[in-house]
Each structure stands twice: as C-alpha cells, then as structure tokens.
C-alpha cells in the first residue's frame, strides 16, 4: 500500500462546477503540500499545511492530522486549472517528500 | 527573484554513458531536493542537500549521485545509463528542507537510447 493515495485518479468537470481532490497518508508527516503540474512537466506549489486550512483565490486546502487525510478545493473551476494535482507529504524526521499518485483534472467549458 | 533553474532541459543520452544535471536553487534557499519522474512510477525522491551536505538520500542504486557547492548549486549524476533512467528529473528548492516550501525546476528530460 502507498503511503499516499489521492482519489480519485481522474477528474472531469464542467465549467463552473466545485472540484474536490482528496489526499490520505499512512505515515507520520511535518507538512503536507499540494502541487499543480501543467502539460510539459513545470510544477507549482499550491499550498503547504501542518494544520487547519488555508485559501489563495478559488483554491482552498484543509488536513486534518487526527484522521491523516487532506482535501483541496477547487471553488468556480476553470478550464485554466485543468492540470495533474499531486499531494506530497514531508516525512517527519527525514528530509524526504513522498508523492501520491497524482489526479488529472479535467475542466470542460 | 529569480525561480529554480534547471539545465539542460533535454538531453538525449546512449546506454553506458553518463550524464550530469545542474540545478542553482532560488538566491537565499540552502536545501535542494532532486526527483525523478516517470509514467509508470510516478514522482520518486532521489536525495536532499542542505548546505553541503547530503540529509537524505531515497532508493536508487549508487549509479544516482549528487553534490552540493558551497553556493547551493547542486548536481546530480547518473553514470552507466539504461533504457530505463529515462525520466523527467525536477529538482527543487528551499528555505530549510522539506518541511518549508518547494519550489521547483522545470526539469530535465532526459532519454536514454
């Protein structure tokens, strides 16, 4: 079993509707970030949690360390944020990021 | 501020020959991450540098190596290529390490003949 899983694997949309990605891990974290990767390779950081939520625009990320579990949201999507979202978590006590399986994200207009 | 950079970004490579990828991290950041991407196993942590000095380093055989320069600068060697190192590599800064936020390269691609 992974230490991350995302669900689901793929997402398609449309135009509009609210999007909701989902991040499970198995393993004892210090920060878990969300990234975005676009056709071509180039990824961006979204946001990185060690608790609570945090909201940049139409994009909102929770995690709750109890249950081991985190969501990104996606409020008004847009064909624009058709993209791979990718949870990674940083493994407490070890300099090292372990990766989910990544979700593509389809927006249709 | 300049971002991560990353060169070269694509490099095509014959089986047994070696390769040496570069990455200069964003002005201030002392730790760089390096990764390897392929479509079959996805995102794979390769090692982790900070200030000189490897912290961490994931599951690959001894053919994957890096370094640090005094200047944050890092590199990454992989020596006797085979088909299957073909992969994206993306490398990725930060302030102090993993638990502080990435940024990232835009990768090289590299492919093994």
């Known amino acids: 079993k992974n230490e991350v899983e995302q669900s689901p694997q793929n997402l398609t949309a449309q135009e509009g509707e609210f999007i909701t990605i989902n991040c499970s891990y198995s393993v004892g974290i210090s920060a878990l970030h969300w990234l975005q990767q676009h056709p071509g390779g180039g990824i961006v950081s979204l946001f990185m949690l060690s608790s609570g939520k945090k909201k940049h625009g139409r994009l909102i990320a929770t995690i709750n360390i109890q249950e081991k579990h985190s969501s990104l949201h996606i409020t008004a999507s847009h064909p624009r944020d058709s993209a791979v979202y990718i949870c990674?978590?940083?493994?407490?006590?070890?300099?090292?990021?372990?990766f989910g399986q990544g979700t593509r994200l389809t927006i249709n207009p | 501020k300049a971002g991560v950079t990353q060169t070269p970004r694509y490099l095509i490579k014959t089986r047994g020959q070696q390769v040496t990828l570069s990455c200069s991290p964003i002005s201030g950041h002392r730790s760089v991450s390096w990764y390897q991407q392929t479509p079959g196993q996805g995102l794979q942590f390769l090692f982790e540098y900070f200030s000189e000095t490897q912290r961490n380093k994931g599951n690959f055989p001894g053919r994957f190596s890096g370094r640090q320069f005094s200047n944050s600068r890092s590199e990454m060697n992989v020596s006797t290529l085979e088909l299957g190192d073909s992969a994206l590599y993306l490398c990725?800064?930060?302030?102090?390490?993993?638990?502080?936020?990435?940024?990232f390269g835009q990768g090289t691609r590299l492919t093994v003949v």
């Open positions: 990674a978590v940083s493994i407490q006590g070890a300099q090292k990021l372990v």
């Open positions: 990725a800064s930060s302030f102090e390490g993993t638990n502080t936020e990435a940024f």
